[in-house]
């Protein structure tokens, strides 16, 4: 006991908290705390202390027996990680027809902390295209990808405004989505990104097209921003998500 309590004291207070959620099985209702310093091997002083954090953050609750269940947040989360795993289900074919219908590669970025992800990727056909690859990691700062996710997820924009995306990096001046970018990730590329989204609005992925800049002019932009819409207009469907982020500026709303 006395060993593990001292690795305990080494962990950082985010990985005691986790080891606390990660303490309930599958088949527990509620955990007491002897229960719950048994499986953690922390005192009962350091759960109570966790406990309380996690309470106001709504990750466990405190029944008036004075046991504890997951609470609000950890299904939330784990909503989120299904559709986003249905999503990852779903996208292949909609990024084949994507490239099909457009010439241009078409890629799924999921966020990682302050990166986008390349979690799938089809490349198009043409000799000359960008060479993103399934895995890659790439800033949000640069690129169309990135902007959605600055724009639209609340993990990484609570200080921006939804939707309140300039003028001049929507293909279509009314509407917020998509984005499109020339140059930034690349001095020679461009890119289209739209994002996907869950019940409650939230970002669960975006879908970009990309490749040579001279291939992206606005005429251009316009129609392969349409194409995207709409794909990514059923996909949020499909996934029983909120079709809000993607509706028109009003005449006269900030941009």
Request: glycine residues 10%.
């Amino acid at each position: 006991m006395g060993k593990a309590v001292t690795m305990g004291k080494a962990m950082t207070s985010v990985e005691r908290a986790l080891a606390v959620l990660a303490a309930f099985q599958a088949d527990d209702t509620s955990l007491s705390l002897a229960e719950l310093a048994e499986r953690t091997r922390f005192y009962k002083s350091t759960i109570l202390r966790l406990a309380r954090s996690l309470q106001n953050a709504h990750f466990l609750v405190r029944l008036d027996s004075g046991r504890y269940q997951l609470g609000a947040a950890v299904v939330r989360l784990g909503e989120i990680c299904k559709r986003g795993t249905t999503l990852d289900g779903l996208i292949m074919p909609v990024l084949r027809d994507l490239v099909a219908r457009t010439g241009e590669s078409a890629t799924l970025y999921v966020r990682k902390g302050e990166h986008r992800f390349c979690l799938r990727r089809v490349d198009s056909q043409r000799t000359l295209r960008d060479h993103i690859r399934e895995g890659d990691l790439i800033p949000l700062t640069v690129g169309a990808p990135g902007r959605v996710f600055l724009h639209f997820d609340l993990g990484v924009s609570r200080h921006m405004k939804r939707g309140a995306v300039p003028a001049a990096i929507r293909t279509s001046a009314a509407n917020p989505l998509p984005i499109v970018t020339r140059g930034e990730y690349d001095p020679e590329l461009a890119a289209i990104a739209c994002g996907v989204f869950g019940p409650e609005a939230e970002l669960l992925g975006v879908v970009s097209l990309s490749g040579p800049i001279t291939r992206f002019r606005k005429r251009e932009a316009q129609k392969m921003g349409e194409i995207l819409l709409d794909a990514c207009r059923q996909l949020t469907a499909r996934l029983g998500g909120d079709l809000a982020p993607y509706a028109a500026h009003k005449p006269g709303a900030a941009s």
